[in-house]
C-alpha cells in the first residue's frame, strides 16, 4: 500500500487562491516513478472531489493544479510525486462568489472516533449562500461532495484509494469513518498563504 496527499488548489476573483488536501492509502502499492496509468488514476479521482462542486462554485472560481506526494515510512517525510496544471474546470454559476473566507464545512467520523476530518470549501457562488445559510444547490453539492470524499474509490485501471487523515503530531494514518455532516450555516475560513497550514 502506498500512503499519497494529494493536493487541489484552485482561486476565485474573490476568495484568492485557496489549497484542500486529501489523504489515501492507495493499492496496490505505485512504482517509484509515475507512469500514465497512475496519473489517470489521480485525475480520476480528483475529478470524483471535484466535480459535485462545481455546480455550487461561481464561474470565476478555477482549478489549477493537483500535487501528489509520497509518503516515506523509512525518512518519515512527503516526497512529490507527481503533478499537474489543470485545465477547464471551474464553477458553473455566472453570479459572484460570497466573500473571501466564507465556505462551506463538511466535516467527517473517523475510524475509532476522536476529532473529525474536515474540509471548507471556498468560492461558492450568492446563489447558493443567502443570509449566513448555504441553500439548494449549495447544499446538494457539499452532500455530493462528503460522499465522494469519505467512499472508497476505484480507479479504471484497478487502483483503490481509501481516504483517511493524517495526524502530524504523531504521524500516523487515520482510516475515514462512514457518516458526514454537512453544516447548513456557511463557515469562514481564515485565508493562508499558499503552502501555510496545510
Given at each position: 500500500m502506498s500512503n499519497i496527499r494529494m493536493t487541489i488548489s484552485s482561486q476565485?476573483?474573490?476568495s484568492g487562491e485557496m489549497q484542500n488536501v486529501y489523504y489515501f492509502n492507495m493499492q496496490p502499492n505505485v512504482?517509484?516513478?509515475p507512469t500514465s496509468a497512475e496519473r489517470l488514476?489521480?485525475?480520476e479521482r480528483m475529478l470524483e472531489l471535484v466535480n459535485p462542486l462545481l455546480p455550487a462554485l461561481d464561474n470565476t472560481t478555477n482549478f489549477f493544479a493537483r500535487r501528489v506526494e509520497l509518503w516515506d515510512n523509512t525518512a518519515k517525510t512527503w516526497n512529490l510525486y507527481a503533478?499537474?496544471?489543470?485545465?477547464?474546470?471551474?464553477g458553473s454559476l455566472i453570479t459572484d462568489a460570497v466573500s473571501g473566507g466564507?465556505?462551506?464545512?463538511?466535516?467527517a467520523s473517523l475510524v475509532g472516533g476522536g476529532r473529525s476530518g474536515r474540509k471548507f470549501i471556498g468560492?461558492?457562488?450568492e446563489d447558493v449562500v443567502q443570509n449566513g445559510n448555504v441553500v439548494g444547490a449549495g447544499i446538494t453539492a457539499l452532500i455530493d461532495f462528503g460522499l465522494a470524499w469519505i467512499t472508497g474509490f476505484t480507479s479504471t485501471n484497478g487502483y483503490i484509494f481509501y481516504t483517511?487523515?493524517?495526524r502530524v503530531a504523531t504521524e500516523a494514518f487515520i482510516p475515514m469513518g462512514v457518516t458526514f455532516a454537512?453544516?447548513?450555516i456557511a463557515s469562514y475560513q481564515r485565508r493562508r498563504k499558499p503552502g501555510v497550514g496545510i
Open positions: 476565485s476573483a474573490s512504482p517509484a516513478i488514476a489521480f485525475s503533478e499537474s496544471s489543470l485545465v477547464g474546470l471551474a466564507v465556505a462551506g464545512l463538511v466535516s468560492g461558492l457562488s483517511q487523515i493524517f454537512v453544516d447548513t
